[in-house]
C-alpha cells in the first residue's frame, strides 16, 4: 500500500479542484452577507498563509483565532495548519485570566480577531506574552481605531499576499494542525492537540452514512461555534466533500437560524439542545420552511425525549443525537436506529433516539465502576473510556494528563450506562451526580423528564447539600411565556411522581427568569449549585 500522509491540504486543493464553483455564504454582520466559490476561498486561503509566513509564523507556531463563524475564520482553519503552523481556536466568551492564560499557555505568536471581539483582547493586551501581531477581521475598508499594535487589516493584508502560495507538501501527518481549550468549570483550561491525521479521520467518519452522511449534496449550517472543536469537525468535512456551507456570524438567534433554513434550503445542522429549544419556540410562534432539513444534530448535553418528539412528529424534522468532548475531536457517538428497530413502536423508538448512540467507527468504548468493568446490560452505570484514531492521548504542557489518559483510554468524566445493543446512555457527569442517602440521582434523567412537559422551556438539577442525606435534588425551572404564573411546584411535581421513586423527586423546584449557560450554550451548572447553597435548611 502507498504510504500517503493524511493531511489538511488535500482538503482545499480537493474543493479548489472538483468545487471551485459551490458556495460558502458568510453572515459577518446584520447588514453584510457574503457569498464566496471555494475557488474564491482557495485563493484567499493561499494569500493568508504567505501573509502569515511574511509576519513570521514558522512550523510548528501557533496561531490563535478569536472569530464567529464566518468566511475569514474557514479561511484561518487551512491557511494556518497548510503552512505547516497550528491553528489555536480561542473561545472569547471565557473570563480575561482565562484568555490570558490560554493565549500565553498556547504561545500564540498572532491573533487574527473579528471586529467586535476587539475590546475584548484591548482590556488584556499587556499580559499576552507571545503576541506579535494581531490581525483584526472586518468589513471596513481602513483598519479600525484599536490600541492594538501591530495591528493589520486581514482584506488589506490579503491584497499583499500570494494567491498561488504553495502548501506545505512535507507535513507529517501527526503534526499538531489545531489545538483547543477546553472550558473548565474548575481550574485551568486544558489544551488539546489534533493532528493533521486525526482531523483527516475524523473528517472521513463525519461522511459515514450511519454518522452525518456529509456529502456534496449537501448544505451544512452548524450552529455550533467554529471556536468550539472546530464546529464539531463540519468545516473541515464540508470543505472536502464539497457541500455548500451557511455561516451565521455574530449574533445568532433562532429566528435567524430560520429564516436561513428556509432561504438557504439547509439540508444539515447541528447545535446543543438549548439552541433547538429556542428555534422550536420560534417554529410554535411562527412559520418557516423546512422541508429542506434531512438532519438535525444535538449534541454537547442530553436532548429531552419531549424536544426529540416534537421535531420529528410535529415538524418532520429528523433530530439525531451525537456526543462527543474536546478530547475527542469531537465525533463519538451517533444514535440512529438499526435496521432491525424500524418495526419497534414509536415510544420504543424514542428510547432508542434519547440515547446518546454508539461509538462511531474507528473508536472503541467501555464503562467502568469501582470493581472494574461494568457490565454492558443498560442497567449497570459506571464512567466511560474511550480510545481510538482521532482520540487525544495528553493534555498540552499539562501535569493533569496522568489523571484523565491512562493505559491508552481517555477517562471522559461521564457516568453512563450501554445496553446490549451498545447504545451508550449518559447518566451524568460524575461531577453532575447526586449522591442521596448513599443512592446515586441523574440530573439528566429529571431534566429530560421535566422539559417533557408542555409549560417548561428550560430546566436544570443540582446537586444540593442535605444535613442529613448528603445531597438532595432541586430544580431550577424556566416556565414557557404563556405557563408563568399558571403552573406550581406542585404541578410538575404531581407530574414527577409516576416516573420516579420517591426519593428521585427534587426537594424544592425554583422558578427563574433565565437559566446561566456556559459560553458554548450548556446550562451552567456551577453558578447554581452555587447560589443554592444553604438552599436547604437543617429543619427540611
Known amino acids: 500500500m502507498m504510504n500517503t500522509q493524511l493531511t489538511l491540504t488535500q482538503m482545499i486543493e480537493r474543493a479548489e479542484r472538483y468545487f471551485p464553483k459551490k458556495e460558502v455564504v458568510s453572515r459577518t454582520s446584520p447588514s453584510k452577507i457574503h457569498r464566496l466559490t471555494y475557488a474564491q476561498i482557495g485563493k484567499r486561503t493561499r494569500s493568508l498563509s504567505s501573509v502569515l509566513e511574511k509576519l513570521g509564523v514558522k512550523r510548528g507556531d501557533r496561531v490563535g483565532t478569536l472569530a464567529w463563524n464566518q468566511h475569514r475564520h474557514l479561511e484561518a482553519y487551512f491557511a494556518v495548519p497548510c503552512m505547516g503552523a497550528v491553528l489555536h481556536t480561542i473561545n472569547m466568551r471565557l473570563s480575561d485570566d482565562h484568555l490570558v492564560y490560554i493565549i500565553n499557555h498556547a504561545e500564540d505568536k498572532v491573533l487574527l480577531i473579528d471586529e467586535d471581539i476587539v475590546p475584548i483582547i484591548e482590556k488584556v493586551k499587556d499580559q499576552l506574552s507571545t503576541v506579535t501581531a494581531f490581525i483584526i477581521m472586518t468589513d471596513k475598508e481602513t483598519l479600525p481605531e484599536t490600541s492594538l499594535e501591530p495591528a493589520y487589516s486581514y482584506e488589506a493584508l490579503l491584497v499583499t499576499g500570494d494567491e498561488n502560495y504553495p502548501f506545505c507538501n512535507d507535513i507529517d501527518e501527526n503534526e499538531p494542525a489545531g489545538m483547543c481549550y477546553t472550558s473548565a468549570t474548575t481550574g485551568k483550561p486544558k489544551g488539546v492537540v489534533y493532528s493533521h491525521r486525526g482531523i483527516v479521520l475524523h473528517s472521513l467518519a463525519l461522511g459515514l452514512a450511519d454518522t452525518k452522511g456529509i456529502s456534496e449534496s449537501d448544505v451544512n449550517m452548524p450552529i455550533v461555534p467554529m471556536f468550539h472543536v472546530n464546529a464539531w469537525g463540519i468545516p473541515f468535512a464540508s470543505t472536502w466533500f464539497g457541500s455548500k456551507q451557511v455561516l451565521l456570524g455574530p449574533n445568532v438567534t433562532p429566528k435567524l437560524i430560520c429564516e436561513f433554513i428556509e432561504s438557504e434550503k439547509v439540508t444539515a445542522t447541528a447545535g446543543v439542545p438549548t439552541i433547538w429549544i429556542g428555534v422550536l419556540k420560534e417554529l410554535e410562534e ?255
Open 286 to 540: 411562527n412559520t418557516y420552511d423546512m422541508s429542506s432539513l434531512r438532519l438535525m444534530i444535538c449534541g454537547g448535553a442530553a436532548a429531552p425525549k419531549g424536544l426529540i418528539k416534537q421535531y420529528r412528529e410535529k415538524y418532520g424534522i429528523p433530530f439525531v443525537h451525537a456526543y462527543g468532548l474536546t478530547e475527542t475531536t469531537p465525533l463519538l457517538t451517533v444514535s440512529k436506529l438499526k435496521s432491525g428497530q424500524s418495526d419497534l413502536t414509536e415510544e420504543e423508538q424514542l428510547e432508542i433516539r434519547a440515547k446518546q448512540g454508539m461509538a462511531v467507527p474507528g473508536l472503541e468504548v467501555k464503562i467502568i465502576n469501582e470493581k472494574g468493568e461494568a457490565a454492558h446490560d443498560g442497567k449497570e452505570i459506571g464512567e466511560l473510556l474511550v480510545r481510538g484514531l482521532w482520540i487525544a492521548d495528553s493534555y498540552y504542557k499539562d501535569d493533569r494528563s496522568k489523571e484523565s489518559f491512562r493505559d491508552g483510554w481517555f477517562y471522559t468524566g461521564d457516568i453512563a450506562a450501554i445496553d446490549e445493543e451498545g447504545y451508550i446512555k449518559l447518566v451524568d457527569r460524575t461531577k453532575d451526580l447526586i449522591k442521596s442517602g448513599g443512592e446515586w440521582i441523574s440530573s439528566v434523567d429529571l431534566e429530560n423528564a421535566l422539559m417533557a412537559h408542555e409549560a417548561v422551556f428550560e430546566a436544570a438539577v443540582v446537586a444540593v447539600p442535605h444535613p442529613k442525606w448528603q445531597e438532595r435534588p432541586v430544580a431550577c425551572v424556566v416556565l414557557k411565556d404563556s405557563y408563568r404564573n399558571a403552573v406550581t411546584k406542585d404541578d410538575l411535581l404531581s407530574y414527577l411522581k409516576p416516573q420516579f421513586a420517591k426519593w428521585w423527586l427534587p426537594d424544592d423546584m425554583i422558578f427563574l427568569e433565565e437559566l446561566p449557560k456556559t459560553s458554548v450554550g450548556k446550562f451552567l451548572k456551577r453558578e447554581l449549585r452555587e447560589q443554592l447553597k444553604g438552599h436547604l435548611k437543617p429543619s427540611v
